[in-house]
């Protein structure tokens, strides 16, 4: 399949703006004489939108200066820790910054493939939700990740954006429909804001600096599942909530017969 392209769980963006490669095919189509014969009905379709556009060049230049903040990336790690100024750097999956490389979970790559790996937010949407729900988005507050759907991490309905979302995010036809506020950052409360904020409410963030439970809502959880607490205590999902378990996890140290020593913390969940 090659890459493919992954959106932002919070905005529905990529996490990348307009490449040149991207801009350039456009212009290799919108200039050619003839549309290719060997491109399907929905890419000839659009390319002959693209034709009948007198501005989209135009328009596509401009959406690539406006769009720069999706490169600003950050991956929620599952120890909880977050990365910032990263950048995406290969196949839509990798995000590097000058000190480390980290995998986004998603696709073809899930939690028991890569237990460094992380969620990609851009940094924007990170911001936006420190700045407006008071909370610093880490990954034990998200719901159980969404593993039937290539392209989303979690069961939420993106709204219009969804429809541009293809191995390649369609940028083109999503400036052809006069959607270009969908690329809006959720910083400059575009009218694309009412959306997001829609999706941060799925998500059932709460700011609670009291709550010594897990930081997620049980309400995204099987009975009888287990998590870790904000008190660092187990916690059980009984009758929709979660109950603590009064015994606490321990840390244990294993001899391993290389007789290296490695530490083995059985915080799991």
Same mark, same amino acid.
């Given at each position: 399949?090659?890459?493919?392209?992954?959106?932002?769980?919070?905005?529905?963006?990529?996490?990348?703006?307009?490449?040149?490669?991207?801009?350039?095919?456009?212009?290799?189509?919108?200039?050619?004489?003839?549309?290719?014969?060997?491109?399907?009905?929905?890419?000839?379709?659009?390319?002959?939108?693209?034709?009948?556009?007198?501005?989209?060049?135009?328009?596509?230049?401009?959406?690539?200066?406006?769009?720069?903040?999706?490169?600003?990336?950050?991956?929620?790690?599952?120890?909880?820790?977050?990365?910032?100024?990263?950048?995406?750097?290969?196949?839509?999956?990798?995000?590097?910054?000058?000190?480390?490389?980290?995998?986004?979970?998603?696709?073809?790559?899930?939690?028991?493939?890569?237990?460094?790996?992380?969620?990609?937010?851009?940094?924007?949407?990170?911001?936006? %939700? *420190? /700045? #407006?729900? !008071?909370?610093?988005?880490?990954?034990?507050?998200?719901? @159980?990740?969404?593993? +039937?759907?290539?392209? =989303?991490?979690?069961?939420?309905?993106?709204?219009?954006?969804?429809?541009?979302?293809?191995?390649?995010?369609?940028?083109?036809?999503?400036?052809?429909?006069?959607?270009?506020?969908?690329?809006?950052?959720?910083?400059?409360?575009?009218?694309?804001?009412?959306?997001?904020?829609?999706?941060?409410?799925?998500?059932?963030?709460?700011?609670?600096?009291?709550?010594?439970?897990?930081?997620?809502?049980?309400?995204?959880?099987?009975?009888?599942?287990?998590?870790?607490?904000?008190?660092?205590?187990?916690? %059980? *999902? /009984? #009758?929709? !909530?979660?109950?603590?378990?009064?015994?606490?996890?321990? @840390?244990?140290?294993? +001899?391993?017969?290389? =007789?290296?020593?490695?530490?083995?913390?059985?915080?799991?969940?």
């Amino acid at each position: 399949m090659g890459c493919w392209n992954i959106f932002c769980f919070i905005c529905g963006n990529p996490c990348h703006s307009l490449s040149n490669d991207y801009i350039d095919h456009i212009k290799e189509d919108y200039y050619a004489e003839k549309i290719n014969p060997n491109y399907t009905s929905y890419s000839k379709n659009i390319i002959k939108k693209i034709k009948s556009s007198k501005t989209i060049i135009n328009d596509l230049n401009n959406l690539n200066k406006t769009a720069k903040w999706m490169d600003k990336c950050s991956i929620l790690k599952i120890n909880n820790t977050v990365i910032h100024s990263l950048k995406e750097t290969s196949c839509n999956i990798e995000f590097c910054n000058s000190k480390t490389c980290i995998t986004h979970i998603g696709g073809y790559v899930g939690k028991e493939d890569c237990p460094d790996c992380g969620i990609f937010i851009h940094t924007d949407c990170w911001k936006f %939700i *420190k /700045k #407006n729900y !008071k909370i610093e988005l880490n990954f034990s507050m998200l719901p @159980k990740l969404e593993s +039937n759907d290539l392209y =989303k991490n979690f069961d939420i309905n993106y709204g219009d954006i969804e429809k541009y979302w293809k191995q390649d995010f369609n940028f083109c036809e999503l400036l052809l429909d006069n959607k270009k506020y969908l690329c809006s950052s959720p910083l400059k409360n575009d009218k694309n804001i009412v959306q997001i904020k829609k999706n941060i409410a799925k998500l059932k963030l709460k700011y609670d600096p009291k709550r010594i439970g897990p930081l997620v809502s049980a309400t995204f959880f099987n009975e009888g599942d287990i998590k870790i607490g904000k008190n660092k205590y187990f916690w %059980i *999902k /009984k #009758n929709n !909530k979660w109950i603590q378990i009064n015994e606490k996890p321990i @840390k244990i140290k294993i +001899n391993i017969n290389d =007789k290296k020593k490695i530490k083995n913390n059985l915080n799991t969940c």
